[in-house]
């Protein structure tokens, strides 16, 4: 039920495929957080924090990486 919230979510200055950039910005959190938290059941609104918290961590460790090499 989440994927629609993700895909129509506000993604404000960043890049659809920008994790990096959407997993810091208030207002792709806040649009996707709102619409899970009205569309799915509770289970499901767990499912996708988990799942958004994985790819968040992700996100940073690839950019810590990077950094690192430059």
């Not at 919230?5 to 960043?14: H, V």
């Not at 659809?16 to 810091?24: E, G, S, V, W, Y």
């Not at 899970?36 to 940073?60: E, F, N, W």
Request: aromatic share 2%; hydrophobic share 40%.
């Amino acid at each position: 039920c989440g994927i629609p919230c993700l895909t129509n979510a506000d993604a404000g200055t960043c890049s659809p495929t920008d994790n990096t950039c959407l997993c810091k910005s208030d207002a792709y959190l806040r649009s996707t957080t709102s619409c899970i938290q009205s569309s799915c059941s509770a289970a499901d609104l767990a499912t996708a924090a988990g799942l958004a918290q994985q790819l968040c961590k992700a996100a940073v460790r690839v950019l810590s990486l990077l950094d690192a090499l430059i």
